[in-house]
């Protein structure tokens, strides 16, 4: 597996990932440029700013069937729209375990590409693996392309 990535000038960072062929095994966002440019890497940013879904596959092996249901759910988000940890537990047959839904979006390896900056509290943003501030300015870049 190699670490590439693209510089995301519009986040400030860049989006890294490993990979294997068109699996994708991990998605970073980093204060550092990549050593090496990757197509993936550039189809996620492009798909931000108003590109199809990338072509990517994700890695969702190892991961529990709670975990598999919910990223399947968040990875059927539309770019420029959001749903609530409430909205995601109720799609995915767990109505009422809103927090399940969130600690399971907060072990994402695959943030970007498994959108779950996409899942906001219902009296708010809610939280974010990058922080707070990261999550608006990706969900502010969709929203500015819809």
């Known amino acids: 597996m190699s670490l590439e990535g693209v510089w995301a000038d519009p986040l400030g960072c860049s989006i890294l990932l490993e990979r294997t062929n068109c699996t994708v095994h991990r998605v ?3 204060p550092d440029p990549p050593e ?3 197509i993936v890497a550039c189809e996620i940013l492009g798909h931000l700013q108003g590109g199809p879904r990338p072509m990517a596959e994700p890695d969702l092996s190892g991961l ?12 059927g988000i539309d770019r420029g729209e959001t749903m609530t940890y409430g909205d995601v537990a109720r799609k995915v047959g767990r109505a009422g ?3 399940a839904v969130g600690g399971a979006l907060s072990k994402n390896p695959l943030p970007l590409l498994i959108p779950c900056h996409r899942v906001v509290s219902k009296r708010g943003l809610g939280g974010y693996i990058y922080g707070d501030a990261m999550k608006e300015r990706i969900l502010a870049l969709e929203r500015t392309v819809v």
Do not use: A, H, Y
């Not at 975990?67 to 990875?75: A, I, N, T």
């Open 28 to 30: 970073l966002l980093s």
């Open 36 to 38: 090496r440019t990757s």
């Open 64 to 75: 529990s069937s709670f975990q598999k249901d919910v990223f399947e759910v968040v990875m």
């Open 97 to 99: 375990e809103s927090r």
